[in-house]
């Protein structure tokens, strides 16, 4: 059971699926030999068959095919060896095919799950109802010229993988946490950057609302929703625009609307398009797509650790708490770290510095984890002189900061810097005398009873020693020598 809404009159419940569109990372579009890479001069990377000349006959790109199959073992669905790519006939300026090619009644992927993880820490499974492949259109500029469109093409027959999930979710957070393990998927997998920004992934919100335990109300499709953030946005003003309509008495038309950050408002697109207003049919220049078994079981076999289970491995081997695990196995890169520092060391202390001083660095400097100075490596050198006593916790994130900004070892650090703990008793002890000695009216503060005094000794020992004094040894030091 999902949250419940309030309307004014009645109690509702928001249902969700989604039609994420992920771009596949395949090197060249879905049927041409033209690059897919982000951000180039508009309309250079498009081929005779991207501009649809006439005569042009598409080549479906293998590595597309394999990303497809790959993402669909990825949620446990079920693979489908022969499928059939169709064209969806619609007219757009930026689509001079006039067809998209697409796949309707046989797609690659058929229904699998994924488990999402939520801020309360529980999870949830979400079906998947299929994943097919189809091209990307074009796009349209209508902001660059007073009186004209200009159409960049470079997108036009990129690889698309559409994955429609069933209306399983029941808030915005489900929404959320769903989207957020599908990019963490794809790309641990590799298939999609999940870059939601650039447009690599982007989703179609299908909202409708209904009184709990009734059947599924009528629903509107959000278009291209391209941030996290407006996911939820778009969801939470959906839902309660359609709870109004209803407690009005009205009832909800099936519409397309788009989501207006701006305004924090969805609004009408289209009414409703039906399948068959496409027109779909089996595109004539391609041969049903049939696949072996065994290419199949070799893909599954190839595929990484994937989140949910790396998550599950470290709770149950490194004794993670289901949370730090969760945030340690969102990225393979981060996840990969944490295993290599890890080993053979405290995984608690291991995870700590890696969400807290490593996260904190990366995060200020705006960079990614591969980017970072601090290798594992070279964390795990730093760790060890923790657990052997030759540097404090306080001084060992001083020299982390050494490390990050010089990238030198923690080792070369500590000994060029003489940054060594003092725990060496008896020099302390020299120190310690010499300081009670030349503070004689404090000392008499801590033995007539002011145990809070004894604080002060002991910043007086650390400085005069530049923090290297082990700290507990101080202490008991001092306890002794000034009890009454
Ligand atoms: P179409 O192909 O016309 O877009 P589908 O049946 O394939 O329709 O559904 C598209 C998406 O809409 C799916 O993600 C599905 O889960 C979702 N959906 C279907 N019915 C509802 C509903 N009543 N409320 C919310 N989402 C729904
Ligand atoms: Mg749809």
């Known amino acids: 059971m999902g949250e419940i ?171 959320v946490a769903y989207i957020a393990k599908l990019r963490s998927i794809l790309r641990y997998i590799g298939a999609c950057d999940g870059n939601m920004q650039n447009g690599s992934m982007r989703a179609d919100v299908n909202v409708s609302v209904r009184n709990p335990g009734d059947k599924l109300g009528t629903r509107c499709e959000i278009k291209n929703v391209n941030s996290l953030r407006f996911v939820r946005q778009a969801i939470n003003f959906e839902a309660r625009r359609q709870i109004e309509i209803l407690e009005n008495g009205d009832i909800i038309d099936q519409e397309t609307r788009l989501y207006d950050p701006d305004r924090d408002e969805t609004r009408l697109m289209r009414s409703k398009e039906d399948a068959h207003d496409y027109r779909y049919f089996p595109d004539p220049d391609l041969l049903p ?109 001083e020299v982390f900061e050494k490390m990050w900004r010089t990238g030198s070892d923690a080792n070369e650090i500590v000994e060029s810097e003489g940054l060594k703990q003092i725990t060496d008793a008896g020099a302390i002890e020299i120190i310690v005398d010499k300081i009670i000695a030349e503070n004689p009216k404090n000392a008499d503060e801590v033995r007539g009873g002011n145990s809070k005094a004894i604080g002060w000794f002991v910043g007086q020992v650390m400085q005069a020693t530049a923090g290297k004094a082990n700290p507990k040894a101080v202490n008991e030091l001092l306890r002794n020598k000034l009890k009454d």
Do not use: C
């Not at 009644?105 to 939520?118: H, N, Q, R």
């Not at 599950?312 to 004794?319: E, S, T």
């Not at 730093?382 to 994130?397: F, H, M, V, W």
């Open 289 to 397: 797509l049939d696949l072996e078994q065994s290419y199949v079981d070799e893909l599954k076999a190839d595929l990484p650790e994937l989140p949910d289970i790396r998550k599950k491995r470290f709770v149950a081997d490194y004794g993670l708490s289901v949370y730090d695990a969760s945030v340690l196995v969102a990225e393979r890169d981060t996840g990969d770290y944490f295993d290599s520092v890890a080993k053979n060391r405290d995984p608690k202390q291991v995870a700590n510095w890696i969400t807290g001083e490593l996260f904190g660095h990366l995060k200020k400097n705006d960079l990614t984890l591969k980017e970072a100075p601090v290798s594992a490596k070279k964390l795990g050198e730093l760790i060890d002189l923790i657990t052997n006593n030759t540097i404090s916790g306080r001084t060992a994130k």
């Open 5 to 175: 809404l309030k309307g004014t009159k009645d109690e509702w419940e928001v249902v969700i699926g989604l039609e994420v569109h992920a771009q596949v990372l395949a090197g060249s579009k879905l049927f041409s030999g033209a690059t897919a890479e982000f951000g180039a001069e508009p309309n250079s990377q498009v081929s005779f068959v991207d501009a649809a000349m006439p005569g042009m006959l598409p080549v479906l790109n293998e590595e597309s095919v394999r990303q497809a199959v790959r993402t669909g073992l990825a949620v446990n669905a079920i693979i489908n060896l022969r499928s059939v790519f169709a064209r969806k006939n619609y007219f757009y300026p930026d689509l001079p095919q006039g067809y998209q090619i697409s796949q309707y009644e046989l797609p690659i992927v058929g229904e699998g799950a994924v488990e999402i993880d939520l801020p309360d820490g529980g999870g949830k499974t979400i079906g998947i109802e299929r994943l097919h492949l189809e091209q990307d259109a074009g796009k349209s500029l209508h902001d660059l010229h007073p009186t004209k469109s200009y159409i960049d093409l470079n997108r036009s027959g990129v690889t698309l993988m559409e994955i429609v999930s069933k209306p399983d979710m029941s808030s915005a957070d489900e929404a």
